[in-house]
């Protein structure tokens, strides 16, 4: 450790020939929700676990996995108060305050995994007296103090941190003490050592690219964000939006304030509605044209960024052994604190994602350091394209997204990266907020189509199964339980997209700008497509003299009663005569976290809260569409166990083409929008 006086007319990135990687950053809004993810100035005690667990959670405390004792929080210190400017804090004598949180310790067991660096310097620059102690964690999440200074004045310490001992896990980080004076971080950062150099030789660039459809004010003020800070769009060559929507983002409230910041930088793109994955290609497409970038930074137009966590990713980018996919982490937009997606994966043999560590952490209610689990490097199958950065080179190899419209377009990708030797590396620090799906349900809309549709596609060309492993079980499952559960329209949606991938890979690119409005049409045929938002218009319910009794409401029925449980009710579901076109009025209102598949089809008339407890949903068995769509399930299925190896050979011959930069160059000129009438100057039509 060595500690200097600082340079106060150069900036710290290039005051000693180091390399600024992740700078210590504070939140840019005094808001107490994100405060947890910066600065932890509180105190924490654990004790044997004596009260309920619920009461214990309830004080935004936790139940620790590993030795089952509760965990508290003891004070706040009321820390906001105490932010100087944009990266600086304030101690308050005889207070200590930790560094050891989200966005400002150091994942250093990623950068040994996967970078050419061996060591990590950290400077930190201070006035008034105090302490600077550096802890390091491993991968059991056990703490060690590993360096420290005292200083006072006007001071720079720097300590050299070697990656010796992060081959599974483990951070770094530090902590502030203040003594008889308030103890003022000015800054701090963590550098890539002199000496050393980017693995291509110099510092990288990205092009950013964001699809929107009618969400201009969040975009807008998504751009504005990133273009507040010089010192991240000095690493931008450019900004492309492209927009889908018909409300057009160049008259949102807020978009000059975007432009003005980013200036020529930013680029509107308009083209027709192609889902996600046509609208993140034409940003590959763009970032390829140009020639300009390193990197396309693929970026939801709803979320919130740290936009620290664009100049992370690229530096991370920037040391890689080899080229790889750096994604970032997802928090909830509403519940700040509470990281949603930490490593993603997919379960190859029933091949479905999901999360590969605990979801829904609450930072707020677990700190950094006490998060035992965390601290274990998690290398992530995949990474939403909500922040998602892929070289340029990858990009040229491997080509630009399936034309799929929406849903598995980035979970393909990286498998389809991965099998040509490109990784993909979520990286913590690096985070988007979003809003959450736990408030969402878009299985039973009609998003199904697109998961039913594109999960078969992304297996054919993938699974490492005969005939897809378990996949086509699953499937016929998933069906039967929207068959029971009154689902109907679920279920068609998802018969028609089994039919949709036995007809092959030729139509996936005619059909990109088609497909929705067919799949919109099928929800008018069925009662439980069509959500109830106005309240005048929801049924009334009448009960039956003898109401249902559910014993199992909110939990799984134990195994033992299940196949007669599920026997029975196939049974009368088939056999028993009732026609969704009769009046016969609701039997109960079922809330959303109620309405199981082993609770609903036990009403022959029920009305079913959405998710998001906007709407209702009412499901009225009919014993001839339970017929109909079970013996098409079951004969679907066959049809596709069947046909598995020729359907799989027909759409891997086709993913180059499908995937080719010139073939989606094709496609956007034949499907151009014709020109506006007037545009901004940053607009250009599709």
């Known amino acids: 450790m060595t500690t200097t006086a600082p340079a106060p007319t150069a900036p710290a990135e290039t005051a000693t020939g180091l390399d600024l990687v992740q700078r210590v950053v504070l939140p840019s809004e005094h808001d107490p929700d994100v405060l947890a993810l910066y600065v932890d100035a509180d105190y924490w005690t654990s004790f044997p676990l004596y009260r309920d667990r619920e009461q214990v959670e309830g004080e935004r405390g936790f139940i620790h996995p590993d030795t089952d004792r509760a965990v508290v929080r003891l004070s706040d210190m009321g820390v906001l108060s105490a932010l100087v400017e944009d990266r600086g804090f304030q101690v308050p004598h005889r207070r200590k305050v930790s560094f050891g949180t989200y966005f400002n310790a150091f994942p250093a067991s990623y950068w040994r995994k996967w970078t050419t660096l061996d060591r990590i310097v950290l400077r930190v620059e201070t006035s008034g007296s105090g302490q600077i102690i550096v802890y390091r964690s491993n991968a059991r999440g056990v703490i060690q103090k590993v360096d420290s200074a005292k200083v006072s004045g006007a001071n720079t310490a720097e300590f050299e941190l070697p990656f010796t001992f992060f081959a599974d896990g483990g951070w770094y980080w530090f902590d502030l003490v203040a003594e008889e004076e308030d103890f003022t971080l000015q800054e701090a950062g963590w550098y890539a050592p002199a000496g050393t150099t980017p693995t291509r030789g110099r510092s990288g660039s990205t092009s950013i690219a964001i699809t929107t459809l009618n969400r201009g004010e969040y975009c807008a003020k998504l751009l504005a964000d990133i273009g507040s800070r010089a010192d991240v769009v000095s690493l931008v060559d450019r900004v492309y939006v492209v927009d889908q929507g018909t409300q057009k983002i160049v008259d949102a409230p807020g978009f000059d304030v975007a432009q003005q910041r980013l200036g020529d930088k930013l680029r509107v793109i308009e083209q027709a509605n192609l889902g996600g994955s046509g609208g993140f290609a034409r940003g590959m497409y763009e970032t390829l044209s140009a020639g300009e970038s390193d990197n396309v930074l693929l970026l939801d137009d709803d979320i919130a960024i740290e936009p620290e966590s664009i100049r992370r990713a690229l530096k991370f980018n920037d040391y890689l052994t080899s080229p790889a996919i750096v994604g970032g982490h997802m928090f909830d937009m509403y519940d700040r604190s509470r990281l949603l997606a930490f490593a993603e994966g997919v379960d190859m043999f029933n091949f479905m994602w999901g999360p590969m560590t605990p979801a829904g952490h609450d930072f707020a209610s677990s700190n950094l350091r006490q998060t035992r689990w965390m601290h274990r490097r998690v290398d992530g199958v995949y990474n939403g394209w909500w922040m998602s950065m892929i070289p340029v080179e990858v990009l040229r190899e491997i080509g630009l997204s399936l034309p799929v419209f929406i849903k598995w377009d980035d979970a393909e990708y990286s498998l389809r990266a991965k099998k040509a030797g490109y990784p993909t590396v979520t990286l913590p620090g690096a985070a988007v907020w979003h809003v959450s799906w736990v408030d969402k349900d878009d299985s039973q809309d009609w998003q199904a189509f697109y998961h039913a549709r594109n999960r078969l596609v992304a297996a054919l060309l993938h699974s490492p199964y005969e005939r897809g492993g378990r996949l086509t079980r699953a499937n016929l499952a998933i ?47 069925f ?23 559910h014993a199992f409401r909110r939990n799984n029925p134990p195994r033992r009663v299940v196949l007669p449980w599920l026997l029975t009710t ?107 009438a007037s545009a901004k100057k940053t607009t250009a039509a599709g």
């Open 527 to 549: 009662s439980d497509g069509q959500p109830i938002k106005d309240r005048s218009a929801v049924p009334k319910v009448v009960q039956p003299e003898k109401p249902k009794r």
């Open 570 to 676: 196939v049974a009368r579901h088939y056999l028993q005569p009732a026609s969704a076109k009769d009046a016969t009025p609701p039997q109960d209102h079922i809330p959303y976290s109620d309405a199981r598949w082993w609770v609903v089809p036990t009403f022959d008339s029920v009305l079913v809260s959405n998710a998001e407890g906007s709407a209702v949903l009412w499901h009225r068995r009919d014993r001839s569409t339970f017929r109909v769509g079970m013996w098409r399930a079951l004969r679907l299925r066959r049809q596709l166990r069947a046909g598995w190896p020729e359907l799989s050979a027909a759409y891997r011959r086709a993913l180059p083409e499908l995937t080719s930069a010139d073939a989606w160059g094709r496609f956007f000129a034949d499907n151009a929008l014709p020109a506006p």
């Open 479 to 525: 069906d039967m339980k929207h068959l029971l559960s009154m689902q109907y329209f679920a279920a068609a949606a998802r018969f028609e997209a089994y039919r949709n991938v036995l007809e092959g890979p030729d139509g996936l690119f005619g059909e990109l700008p088609t497909r929705l409005k067919k799949v919109r049409e099928l929800t008018s045929k």
